[in-house]
């Protein structure tokens, strides 16, 4: 194995081990840091490929743990369906036809993100537009993540939005950042940007990213999350812009 080879393979089990800790401190972020990290490291479709797999056991773990799946499927059913096909439709961008393009995108999906959660952005959404938002919303989120590898912008801030319990959302980030992952799976299938060789690697970045939340769990209530949260968003802040600025300087 050339030096080159391992310092690859030890900057993307650190990532995902750290990634892993994030969302078993907070309950997401897996993907967010796994992709703002090695999106530093190489193009945005290769470390989208990475992320496939661990993002979906780690989401589907966290799905399966709630007591409402079905009702919560049955509510949001059509945003679920618009991730999938701005997903599907977006990802030719971060697959190669944005080129440099995708990690600006990354850069600006990070900051935002990163920006809503310093400033405590917060709105309320009135049931009676659930109906028509989520369908909007949903694609956005799709676009977002085929076009950058993110899940969160738009989708987390209005699931916040909606006032669900908290056992409610934790479980509809859980469905969201699951059907992304399928999503952004098919549609880097669809421009052949991750195949059977894709997945080796990224069935080992499962191993770092369960351990990461294994450790996550057991440090979440030995911590303040006001303090992670705060410092986590930080970093992803220094990230995004990084990657925000690096075509311009």
Request: proline content about 4%; overall charge positive; glycine content about 10%.
């Amino acid at each position: 194995m050339t030096s080159f080879a391992i310092a690859r393979f030890a900057a993307i089990t650190l990532t995902f081990l750290i990634a892993g800790t994030v969302k078993g401190v907070t309950g997401m972020g897996l993907p967010t840091v796994a992709m703002g990290v090695l999106g530093t490291l190489m193009l945005p479709a290769e470390a989208a490929s990475l992320l496939i797999l661990p993002s979906f056991v780690t989401n589907v773990w966290q799905l399966v743990a709630g007591p409402r799946l079905g009702a919560l499927l049955r509510r949001f059913w059509l945003m679920m369906a618009g991730i999938v096909i701005g997903t599907v439709a977006a990802a030719s961008f971060i697959a190669g036809s944005g080129g440099v393009w995708a990690v600006t995108g990354l850069g600006a999906a990070l900051t935002l993100y990163a920006a809503s959660g310093l400033l405590s952005w917060h709105f309320s959404v009135a049931p009676r537009h659930e109906r028509h938002l989520s369908p909007v919303i949903g694609v956005v989120t799709g676009l977002v993540t085929g076009g950058t590898g993110v899940f969160v912008v738009p989708a987390v801030p209005y699931l916040q939005a909606l006032d669900l319990k908290k056992e409610d959302l934790v479980q509809a980030l859980g469905l969201s950042f699951t059907v992304s992952t399928v999503a952004l799976a098919i549609g880097l299938a669809r421009e052949n940007a991750f195949a059977l060789n894709n997945i080796a690697s990224s069935l080992f970045a499962v191993i770092p990213a369960l351990l990461g939340m294994w450790i996550g769990q057991r440090i979440r209530g030995r911590i303040s999350p006001t303090t992670f949260r705060r410092w986590f968003f930080i970093c992803m802040l220094a990230l995004g812009l990084q990657l925000l600025l690096r075509r311009f300087i």
